[in-house]
């Protein structure tokens, strides 16, 4: 697992991990609010999909809250399968994008 950050004046402002053998899987991606908008989230997942090329793997995973799919879709992602509750309570669906 490898852990990216975006920072402003040292202070941190979102992280986002990859991990994966054979197809890289983007968790835990999170930006503050003072952050949002700013294009950090987008930038975040960029450097994870950047890192899953320099690690030769050819497509990104996630599992999106429904309310974020929009913000994915317009990054290249596409959601398949059913909506489903990953044990939180909030509902998510599975995304991914061919690098």
């Known amino acids: 697992v490898r852990f990216l950050h975006g920072a402003a004046a040292d202070k941190k402002y979102g992280h986002a991990g990859v991990d994966g053998a054979t197809t890289a899987v983007l968790g835990r991606l999170a930006v503050l609010p003072a952050a949002r ?11 994870v999909e950047a890192e899953a090329l320099r690690r ?19 990054l290249g992602y596409a959601a398949y399968g059913p909506e489903f509750d990953e044990g939180s309570g909030i509902p998510h669906r599975a995304m991914r994008r061919a690098l």
Do not use: K, P
């Open 56 to 74: 030769g793997l050819a497509e990104v995973y996630l599992e999106a809250q429904t309310h974020a799919l929009g913000f994915y879709e317009r």
């Open 37 to 47: 908008g700013t294009g950090l989230g987008a930038d975040l997942v960029r450097a």
